[in-house]
């Protein structure tokens, strides 16, 4: 069965460094998203990504974050000046043209130091 | 604004029947979605109601009512690998996002 994937599976970085979290969403799926999740707390959502745009960003998602779609399978979210407490798991999703369930990838552990 | 209430906990013992409830206060609702979600990993989609009525699938049963605003997750013959969270979430007409409740811890026991 196809599966969203995610890499790396944990990341460590210190403060005011840049990271990319990488997703490979289901092939044939046309919409995108990233979640975070902070330990214990409920799943937020970031960013909804479709057609190569934005299509929706919550609060969270300001002027430091971006996603791109750099080739026919990446889906990427970049933090460019990460901060304590960006820490939290990243989700990515995603969902096909026609079913309206979102298929999480396995997430990838951020830890700021 | 958007509110999304569940038990924080509840336990159960393996072989027997739980209800979990979700009730949300929306506008422009547009489908409910239940997640499991086990410690550590992403949430897996387990159900969808959009229309009034009861979803079944295997074990788990999904009920919806639009005009109480209310859910309920039913799991069946429940066996100790159900011990997990349930995650009750939220789509709004015109919106993409998903907004996700706290989730429901559910423990099995022997």
């Known amino acids: 069965e196809p599966e969203v994937t995610q890499t790396p599976s944990h990341q460590v970085t210190q403060m005011g460094q840049e990271v990319i979290l990488r997703c490979v969403p289901i092939?044939?799926?046309?919409?995108f998203y990233w979640y975070r999740q902070i330990l214990g707390q409920k799943v937020e959502f970031l960013v909804s990504?479709?057609?190569?745009?934005?299509?929706?960003k919550s609060e969270i998602f300001d002027d430091q974050f971006s996603v791109e779609r750099p080739d026919g399978s990446n889906f990427t979210l970049k933090i460019r000046s990460t901060k304590l407490e960006d820490s939290a798991m990243y989700f990515c999703?995603?969902?096909?043209?026609?079913?309206?369930?979102?298929?999480f990838g396995p997430g990838t552990r951020l830890t700021v130091t | 604004g958007q509110n999304i209430d569940q038990p924080t906990e509840m336990t159960a013992t393996e072989g027997a029947i739980v209800q979990i409830n979700c009730t949300y206060q929306?506008?422009?609702?547009?489908?409910l979605f239940w997640y499991q979600q086990h410690a550590g990993e992403a949430p897996t989609f387990l159900s969808y109601?959009?229309?009034?009525g009861l979803e079944e699938k295997g074990r788990f049963s999904s009920f919806l009512s639009r005009s109480k605003g209310y859910s309920y997750l039913l799991l069946k013959e429940l066996q100790m690998k159900d011990s997990a969270s349930y995650l009750c979430?939220?789509?709004?007409?015109?919106?993409?996002?998903?907004?996700f409740g706290t989730g429901t811890r559910l423990l099995v026991s022997p």
């Open positions: 999703a995603s969902r096909g043209p026609d079913g309206y369930e979102q298929y």
């Open positions: 092939s044939n799926h046309l919409y």
């Open positions: 990504f479709y057609n190569n745009e934005i299509s929706e």
């Open positions: 929306t506008s422009g609702f547009n489908g």
């Open positions: 109601n959009v229309l009034d």
């Open positions: 979430a939220v789509k709004n007409t015109g919106f993409q996002k998903l907004v």
